[in-house]
Nanobody, 126 residues
Framework: QVQLVESGGGLVQAGGSLRLSCAAS????????MGWFRQAPGKEREFVAT????????YYADSVKGRFTISRDGAKNTLYLQMNSLKPEDTAVYYC???????????????????WGQGTQVTVSS
């Protein structure tokens, strides 16, 4: 079965950087869509970024565009999220998600993803 394991979260000062990793097993990540979502306390889970099967098809939330970059390493079957210029409002639990089939109009919808990791905490201090 599919397993997703996130790592790389932590505490960072505003303006700093972190790189999240999501190690996948059970599916080849280049054959599916994979993305990142986040959930802050008291808020709903929100879309951050997604990469569809073609690595050139990437999508970002407006709030992170230009600061975050999604990428993958096929040899390691691992998805990444490089987060730069972090802000306190980026503080959240970040989740990796996998969708077996995902059309462009659905990339921001959490319910369209089939598998989820356990999450990793990112805290940005001001």
């Amino acid at each position: 079965q599919v397993q997703l394991v996130e790592s790389g979260g932590g505490l960072v000062q505003a303006g700093g950087s972190l790189r999240l990793s999501c190690a996948a097993s059970g599916r080849t990540i280049s054959s599916v869509a994979m993305g990142w979502f986040r959930q802050a306390p008291g808020k709903e889970r929100e879309f951050v970024a997604t990469m569809r099967r073609s690595a050139s098809n990437t999508y970002y939330a407006d709030s992170v565009k230009g600061r975050f970059t999604i990428s993958r390493d096929g040899a390691k079957n691992t998805l990444y999220l490089q987060m730069n210029s972090l802000k306190p409002e980026d503080t959240a639990v970040y989740y990796c998600a996998l969708a077996v089939g995902l059309i462009q109009s659905s990339v921001r919808l959490a319910e369209k993803y089939d598998y989820w990791g356990q999450g990793t905490q990112v805290t940005v201090s001001s």
